[in-house]
């Protein structure tokens, strides 16, 4: 059933709003996609204050050209959704690949055209390199650890030194009580 304008203009403001609230987005292809997979999808990513967006391409394109939001953002074709994120891109694209890969291996449904990740736009290839990262707070664990590793093996080969005189003054106490118990 066809739209009338009304309708139109309400869904380009909901576009524009959903651009605006999201931090980015992931575009995929839904063309085999069924409606249960669809909502089993949907809830999963409310659990990440994420949303599932089925897409009128046409409106979409209108309220990217509002936004400051790349150019090539607006490359897309074919029956298209966006996945929107608040957080971690990473988790997001995670739950898109696996799913593709459980439910889809060798369709093009499912797959991710384009990402955008702070107003920056990631091609195919790119996005699914998102999808292979750690989630942000492993990342930050590890770029911890990697800070804080030359700091503790400092401080390891400053009091190396000190731990072995405190060692051999332990082991000259003990023989001297030894000599003291034996005599």
């Given at each position: 059933m066809a739209k009338?304008?009304?309708?139109?203009?309400?869904?380009?403001e909901q576009y524009k709003q959903i651009l605006s609230d999201?931090?980015?987005?992931?575009?995929?292809?839904?063309?085999?996609?069924?409606?249960?997979?669809?909502?089993?999808?949907?809830?999963?990513?409310q659990q990440h204050d994420s949303k599932f967006i089925v897409l009128k391409?046409?409106?979409?394109?209108?309220?990217?050209?509002?936004?400051?939001l790349p150019v090539e953002a607006q490359t897309f074709d074919g029956a298209t959704a966006i996945v929107t994120y608040q957080d971690d891109p990473s988790v997001v694209a995670k739950m898109i690949k696996e799913l593709?890969?459980?439910?889809?291996?060798?369709?093009s449904t499912l797959t991710m055209e384009y990402g955008i990740v702070d107003n920056n736009y990631l091609?195919?290839?790119?996005?699914?390199?998102?999808?292979?990262?750690?989630?942000?707070?492993?990342?930050?664990?590890?770029?911890?650890?990697?800070?804080?590793?030359?700091?503790?093996?400092?401080?390891?080969a400053l009091?190396?030194?000190v731990?072995?005189?405190?060692?051999?003054?332990?082991?000259?106490?003990?023989?001297?009580?030894?000599a003291a118990q034996a005599g």
């Amino acid at each position: 059933m066809a739209k009338t304008r009304a309708q139109k203009e309400q869904l380009l403001e909901q576009y524009k709003q959903i651009l605006s609230d999201s931090k980015g987005y992931f575009a995929v292809t839904i063309d085999k996609l069924d409606n249960v997979t669809a909502t089993a999808l949907k809830m999963d990513l409310q659990q990440h204050d994420s949303k599932f967006i089925v897409l009128k391409n046409r409106i979409f394109r209108i309220a990217l050209q509002d936004t400051d939001l790349p150019v090539e953002a607006q490359t897309f074709d074919g029956a298209t959704a966006i996945v929107t994120y608040q957080d971690d891109p990473s988790v997001v694209a995670k739950m898109i690949k696996e799913l593709k890969k459980e439910k889809f291996p060798e369709e093009s449904t499912l797959t991710m055209e384009y990402g955008i990740v702070d107003n920056n736009y990631l091609d195919t290839e790119r996005a699914n390199q998102i999808a292979d990262l750690p989630p942000r707070e492993v990342l930050l664990a590890q770029m911890l650890g990697s800070m804080t590793a030359p700091i503790t093996g400092a401080m390891n080969a400053l009091t190396g030194n000190v731990r072995g005189f405190v060692q051999v003054l332990k082991q000259l106490s003990e023989q001297t009580e030894e000599a003291a118990q034996a005599g």
